[in-house]
């Protein structure tokens, strides 16, 4: 029962807000680092955002900034993300991942949940 799974993705205009959740099991729930990645039709999975297991670590990828709020809710063991002020250049296949290797690439993770489709129109 080592996995991930992820919620909250779904159709909204641009300018709208979506959040995302991910529950972690067994493994998983203990990982040191949390995140998003998403990956839109044709291009390679993308960094979004990080959080360590206390909080003490969290980063993002630039183009989210100030729009995405990542945070990890141990107690519950789920991870969330909640984004706002959404653009059409976010839509993608949004991913959850756990690991112990403070990165922005997909290969130093070692979970993986299966996804969640986030579209936004214009």
């Known amino acids: 029962q080592d996995q991930l799974v992820e919620s909250g993705g779904g159709l909204v205009q641009s300018g709208g807000s979506l959040k995302l959740s991910c529950v972690a099991s067994?493994?998983?729930?203990?990982?040191?680092?949390m995140g998003w990645f998403r990956q839109a039709p044709g291009k390679e999975r993308e960094f979004v955002a990080r959080?360590?297991?206390?909080?003490?670590?969290?980063a993002y990828t630039d183009s989210v900034k100030g729009r995405f709020t990542i945070s990890r809710n141990n107690a519950k063991n789920t991870l969330y993300l909640q984004m706002n002020s959404l653009k059409p250049e976010d839509t993608a296949v949004y991913y959850c991942?756990?690991?112990?290797?403070?990165?922005?690439?997909?290969?130093?993770?070692?979970?993986w949940g299966q996804g969640t489709q986030v579209t936004v129109s214009s």
């Open positions: 959080v360590s297991r206390n909080d003490g670590n969290i």
């Open positions: 067994g493994r998983t729930s203990s990982s040191y680092i």
């Open positions: 991942t756990a690991g112990n290797i403070i990165s922005t690439m997909p290969l130093h993770y070692e979970y």
